[in-house]
C-alpha cells in the first residue's frame, strides 16, 4: 500500500526499490529512502503482503540510483529501468573521456 492507502501489487520477493520503480520510473530514480509500515528501511529490504511504503525522494535533478540497485530487485521493470540508467550514466562517461582524450592529442 501506499501512503494514501492506494493497493499496488508487486510480486512475491519484491523489494523496496522494485515497488518505487512500480509506482513511477521517474519515484525510482530519484529515491534516497524508504519507510516501510512508518519505519525508515534499506531499499533492498523484501515486502510483505500488507506493507505501507513511502519513498523518501531526493531533490537532486540527477538520477539517485546506485549501480547495485540491479541486484536487490526482481522485477522486470525495475531491473529495466535501473539498467537504462546505468548505460546512460556510462555513455556520458565514456563522451566524456573520449572528448579530454581528442583534446590532449597533439
Request: hydrophobic residues 35%; proline residues 7%; aromatic residues 8%.
Amino acid at each position: 500500500y501506499t501512503p494514501m492507502n492506494e493497493k499496488r501489487k508487486v510480486p512475491i520477493g519484491s523489494t523496496v526499490i522494485d515497488f518505487a520503480f512500480c509506482l513511477h520510473k521517474g519515484l525510482g530514480e530519484h529515491m534516497v529512502g524508504a519507510l516501510v509500515n512508518g519505519k525508515k528501511v534499506p531499499l533492498h529490504t523484501k515486502l510483505k503482503p500488507g506493507d505501507v511504503v513511502e519513498i523518501i525522494k531526493g531533490e537532486y535533478p540527477k538520477p539517485e540510483v546506485q549501480f547495485n540497485w540491479i541486484l536487490y530487485c526482481e522485477t522486470r521493470v525495475a531491473k529495466r529501468a535501473i539498467y537504462k540508467i546505468i548505460k546512460a550514466r556510462m555513455d556520458e562517461l565514456l563522451d566524456k573521456i573520449n572528448k579530454l582524450e581528442s583534446r590532449d592529442q597533439p
